[in-house]
């Protein structure tokens, strides 16, 4: 249960009823309470396929103690190179072409939530029980991506995503501002996505109402309307996006128990970016149009304001380390504001993004486009941390002359020009 | 000689059927506060692109585009980069958005109920910055909007959705954006377009589909930017407030009925022609039944769109009745030695009210009154359209300033003859000068009751504009429902108002002797027979005070 407490523990007292009737029948796996139809999801990993849960040696009977030893070493080396190496993270979906078609999931077929890359355990079994939220999780994660390398574009560091399971390549796992940036978005982004999807109808779960009255969903809906979808993005990316941290136990002190706190602080200042940013739109509709009744609705946020505000965030991230029992993350000067819960964290200095660098991941920035004289971090003198720049012409073939609507195919000609392009040494 | 109750009445009597018409009003708040919800739900949409590859949507007779279920239309998720735009060159033209009402929520499909009452639907654009094809921001964009409204039984299939209204709708899109925002995919913040408004809940289920044809030689839809979704807004009365208000509504209606009645049973029991006051009073009571009477009960059986203009009707009626009373209350008490007491005597007066009264019906008439034929019009949209509604508001709100002034002057005239009378007062016998000043006392007393009255209204009203704005989350305590409170409460205010003046200025059966008894015991002695059915004797019109007034001016 510990996996999905964020969940179940809301202080409001709302409770998101159980998806009832949904084919996510794995036995194994998922429980279902029939008294107070909450989610309720096993803490059995036993179809966990990441290599960072040790639980699966949990259970065995006793044969050999020198299996026992062997497997158990096994699993240390694994979980080493774990560490060492690239996280895999659910942002993934983000780049899986499986969840492009949604059909796959109505269909039944979960076990593709096992196929997909970068899920941790409990992640799995939130796809198997919810699984038409999973495209909308795969949106969520793309417009994170893209997001990210809009705002970073004149960085050096330019969020480029790498073709492994982590998604921004190894240079996340060092707990800096710009880890504390990916996790804060790509939460962002799943709160966005999915309360897209309830508006657009797409999800069968979203939940109701607020309202206490009547306590079938018919007469409630009847009595007082539905509650909002923001709010259920948001506690839907809290159990979905927090669930890998709470998965395991870390001793105190440790970096692991460190990194997800560090995590979990990041995970929420993205979702409240969402949540707490939400503008409100009124219609006035009073007799004859008058304003002695208004009605109010949210609205979402659009996804580069979000990104705007996180952007922000990161610039004014706090740095934080343990305090002194080792539980809780402390801000490391003291004279700074205290982050609140909006607020991004980070632990570590950022790497050196100049120079490639195979032990901290970074890519350096070699080859990258600058803008000569520019003054900002897209000036080739900062870009190229001063190693100087080439310049070559370029033909460049683009589309002209075109004829826009408000959408669809842009019927355009095709212009040449030559420009000149500078890249880093 | 027999006075209005007002003028006979003890005052702890008084005070009894004062404080316990303020409980009842107190409990017109708590009722609207606490037991029932916020008079209107949102339902929040995006609507789905839909695809019309055969081009069927123009021709008029295709099958709705459905959003979602068995017969989902082929859709695309991103209007500008999908791939199915590129392969197939789909223009603007080829695009149906289309929502369906209610969304599936908690794995239940919710459907619609007659409890609803009404429902209004919104559009919102949102347009993202794009220098290469920019919103016109010198002049804000002509748009039309073609809209097809269906709805469906929830025993029916998606085969038998029933079109309720089709149209091709204009309206203009302002749009506007912050100048440091100005970058590649940054949102305007645009107007939210009005798009239909229906006076019955009648189907369970809804659904819409908006076509944008670009029309380059009209230049229609064609500046408007880049689009890059669209929402749909639902609005709808909640089915709780709706119980709430039917309830206060069916108990206020024969209250009021039986208040009217008996009112004017005391009237005619005097055997003397009626005055003008009680003739004034009886109609407002019969306006007030006629607003009160719960006809909506018929809404649930019944495809009633009328509804909502009728009802906006009864209650524009009542109030032009309440503003006429206030008039020639005012002026019957003038207490200047000028007959009125005649219908004509306040033309001028009542022109105003009249005038006001009839412009918002105008307006009230081609804009509601349009949209029982169809749902998509807006009198806004267009700008001889828009042009007529200012002018018939502006009529409106002129003549509500004047006669606003008219009263106050009226109210100032009669205060003032009131103080120079006083005067007078010195000259009386001790107990009749307690007598009148008690009077004039309660004259007063009714004046400021009805000033409360508008000033409680105008408080309500403020209070629930500000407390729609600060939107909340909505915490754990027990939530306050302003908007709610503010229409059931003034609801109730007026009918307690209504039912006050029936049951105060009603013929009194209890006979005052103006004569020359000045003993104090003749007023306790009054108070116990009041109730008795005395039947009257006298032929002398009007109250105590004018005769009162008579008498001083005879002095």
Redesign the interface.
Known sequence: MSGVSGWRKRPRGLQIPLVQGFQVAQGTVLSRNAEDSNININKDSSRCNCNHDNSSSSGRTNRTSTLLCVLLIALLFILQVGTVGAIDMWWQLGMSDLLKNPQVYILGATPICTQLKGLSAGQVRFCQKFNDHMPSIGRGAKMAIGECQSQFRFMRWNCSTVADSSVFGPVISIASREAAFTHAISAAGVVHAISRSCREGDLHSCHCSRAQRPRNLDEEWIWGGCGDNIEYGYRFAKAFVDVREQEKTHPRHSPELARMLMNKHNNEGGRKAVYNYAKVACKCHGVSGSCALKTCWQQLPTFREIGDRLRDRYNGATEVRFNRRGTRLVRKVRKFNKPTREDLIYMEASPDYCVANATTGSLGTKGRFCVRNGKGMEGCDLMCCGRGYNTYKQKLVERCHCKFFWCCYVKCKTCERIIDVHTCK | MAGVVLETLGNKKLSILIISLLLVLAAFFLVGGLVS????????????NCVDSEKLWPLGTSQPFL??GKKKCSSI?D??KDKV??D?????N??VFS??I???????Q??M?R??QNL?G?V?L?IEF?S??PYSEEKSPKMVLDARLYGRFKHETDDDWKLIAAAQEQRTLECAIENDNREE???YNCD?LPLF?LGSVYYDFYLINIC?P?RERNIY??N????SEL?V?F??Q???FT?VWFSMKTVMFPMVLAALCWFWNRVISQERSTNLTERTLFSLGIILSVMNCPVEWLTLAFNLPFMVLLN?IR??AFYAMLLSFWIIFVGEHMLDQIERNKLSAYWKHLTVVLLACLS?LI??MC?RGRQLVNPFFSIWSSEVGSVAAFTF?IVASIAACVYFLFLCYLVFKVFRNISTKRSSLLHMSTFRRKYYSGLIFRFKFLMIVTLLCAALTVIF?IL??VS??E?K????DINIEY?SAF?TGVYGMWNVYVMALLALYAPSHKHFTTGDDDNSDTLSQEEEVQLTQVPSTSASEGSNLASFMAKTAAD
């Open positions: 919800p916020a008079p209107n739900n949102v339902i929040a949409t995006t609507a789905i959003p979602r998720g209007l500008h735009i590129i197939e060159e789909l223009g603007p080829q695009i929502q369906m209610p969304l599936v929520r908690d794995n239940t919710l459907s109920s409890w609803f209004i919104v919102d949102d794009s290469k094809n995919g940054a949102s939210l408004e944008l670009v839809n064609v408007i930017g880049r689009l929402k807004i609005i709808h909640n089915g709780g119980k906006d209650d524009g918002l307006f009230e804009e508001i009203f629930g504009q729609e704005g939107w989350w909505g915490d754990e908007t229409l």
